[in-house]
């Protein structure tokens, strides 16, 4: 079982910038690819980034792309979302989970609510 916390979730206007951070405990970090997803009022989830067991592979969508840098350290059991250039799209709650390939996301965090406004 791996439990999830999110934070650093806010408020921030068109063209600012956030970090967010999920820390994990309960089993061995490394074993896990991480990810950001997240999901807007009235839309389906979506994929945001994902990282692989020692960092040394990340994905984007589309939409982040050149804008959000996904990391992690380990040693503090912590993912990471850096989020540049915000845009009122990028509005949503975002959530980080784990998984451990080929499966798919099995554990959650409660996510942290992210507001740009115009």
């Known amino acids: 079982q791996v439990q999830l916390v999110e934070s650093g979730g806010g408020l921030v206007q068109a063209g600012g910038s956030l970090r967010l951070s999920c820390t994990a405990s309960?089993?061995?970090?490394?074993?896990?690819?991480m990810g950001w997803l997240r999901q807007a009022p009235g839309k389906e989830r979506e994929f945001v980034a994902r990282?692989?067991?020692?960092?040394?592979?990340?994905y984007y969508a589309d939409s982040v792309k050149g804008r959000f840098t996904i990391s992690r350290d380990n040693a503090k059991n912590t993912v990471y979302l850096q989020m540049n250039n915000l845009k009122p799209e990028d509005t949503a709650v975002y959530y980080c989970?784990?998984?451990?390939?080929?499966?798919?996301?099995?554990?959650w965090g409660q996510g942290t609510q992210v507001t740009v406004s115009s």
């Open positions: 990282i692989s067991r020692f960092g040394g592979s990340t």
């Open positions: 309960g089993r061995t970090f490394s074993d896990y690819h």
């Open positions: 989970a784990a998984k451990v390939p080929p499966n798919d996301y099995r554990y």
